[in-house]
């Protein structure tokens, strides 16, 4: 049991002001697998002062430097891959194999801006006066605060705070009050690698005392959020007092639309993996799926027939592969969309009940399930599920299919299946997404860009692109 009752803040682990704690359960079993000090707005405003206080000498290090400090942590990171794994199966009760595939992928991050942060180039411009240059020069924001969601507990953080601390920022971070344990493993390790003091710190504490300092202190100059739309949208509207920079990740809706002329297999795993993983629980998960109407019965027959092989269990059990989603309030809102969907008419295709039997009556399972028949007016199609629910509607043509998966505030990820190559860009391009797979279930990659349209956020994670978020242009006009 992960029993570190303190933050990480200055370069040294400090008890929180109120001296407050919390309990974090395994959601598949109800035990506790550790406890995490509890703080508030005060602990924030400690670390966000050693932030600001370590901000002149971080962003004047030469990248080399920051640079070693990252692939330093890197090699960490990866080292004790398993162990950090370990840990975010039991506090979130994810598969343990795709805790594995999150930690990895959190290193490969870490290991990703160790590279970039030796890559903010400026530029000169071509001036309209003889004795005048046009220099372009990239600095870092300052004091970058981040709050990261429960759903990829290593992965959110790194994803953050690699590109900020890349680009010479220092960070204060807040993970979500689920999920702390992996987090408080992280910062150990940030503490291994040898960061200067203040240069990364870690809170846990009531999130909206928290977000109220990170917004009111003039000291934090941007703030890096994933979770929520409600949360995103309190944030940007509270960054406005100072003007800070906001980059938001916030929900999705994501369609999936499989073509007549799709290979109808590769969309069933596809499919399967976009909707399943995580439980259901990540925003690019495939929240709709359109079928196009002459392959309806048959690809769902085939989709339903791999839905019903999935074990569901407790995810530190190597075979699962469908975990518990991570609260009685997650609970209730998945049950809540089937029930819903179910009164309105939907047919239960397979699934669509609580899992009560033997051990599944201690922890949050929902039998993974698929409904038929869905419209419009269902919260399935209008609401982010969060869940092992798959919503499955008809369309009869492309520019059907198109209005329907755009009919969206949200904005994150689409899918489309299909072997036109026309077909695939003509969509592909129309869709109003930020990731879009083409045949691919699981577009996420290190170096790609990872954001959302509308309602999803604003900013991007991920790739060089990332490294944007965390830099202020500044043109330094030399004349003589
Ligand atoms: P979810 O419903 O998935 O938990 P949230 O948006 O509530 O999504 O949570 C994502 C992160 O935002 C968590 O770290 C949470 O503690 C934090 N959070 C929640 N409410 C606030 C708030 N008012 N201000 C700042 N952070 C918040």
Known sequence: MTDIQKMYIGGEW???????????????????????????????????????????????????????YLYRLYELVYQHRNELAELVSAEMGKPIREAKGEVVGSADYFLWYAEEAKRV????????FPNKRILVHRQPVGVVAAITPWNFPVNMVARKIAP??????????KPAEATPLSAIRLFELIHEAGFPPGVANLVIGQPDKVGEAFLKSPKVAKIAFTGSTRV????????????????????????????????????????????????????????????ERSVAEPFVERLVARVKKAKV??????????????????LEKVLNHIEDARSKGAAVVC??????EGDYAKGYFVEPTVLTGVERGMRVLEEET????????????????????????????????????????????????????????APVQTQAPFGGFKESGLGREGGHHAMDEFLEIKHISLAW
Request: aromatic letters at 6%; glycine letters at 12%.
């Open 14 to 68: 400090v008890d929180s002001i109120s001296g407050e704690s919390l309990e974090v359960r395994n959601p598949a079993t109800g035990e506790v697998v550790g406890r995490a000090a509890f703080g508030d707005h005060r602990d924030a405003l400690r670390a966000i002062d050693a932030a600001h206080a370590a901000f002149p000498e971080w962003s004047r290090l030469l990248a080399r430097e920051r640079s070693r």
């Open 121 to 128: 180039y400026g530029e000169t411009i071509p001036s309209s």
């Open 164 to 173: 900020a601390l890349a680009a010479g920022c220092t960070v204060v971070l």
């Open 232 to 291: 995103g949208k309190l944030l940007m509207a509270g960054a406005a007092e100072h003007v800070k920079r906001v980059s938001l990740e916030l929900g999705g809706h994501a369609p999936t639309l499989v073509f007549a002329d799709a290979d109808l297999d590769l969309a069933v795993k596809g499919v399967f993996e976009s909707k399943f993983r995580n439980t259901g629980q990540m925003c690019i998960c495939t929240n709709r799926l359109y079928v």
């Open 313 to 330: 269990g407790d995810g530190r059990n190597p075979d699962v592969e469908v975990g518990p989603v991570i609260n009685e309030r997650g």
């Open 351 to 356: 699934g669509g009940n609580r899992l009560t």
């Open 386 to 441: 969060f869940g092992p629910v798959l919503p499955v509607a008809v369309f009869d043509t492309e520019d059907e299919a198109i209005r329907l998966a755009n009919d969206s505030p949200y904005g994150l990820a689409a899918y489309v299946y299909t072997r036109d190559l026309g077909r695939a860009v003509r969509v592909a391009e129309a869709l109003e997404f930020g990731i879009v797979g083409v045949n691919d279930g």
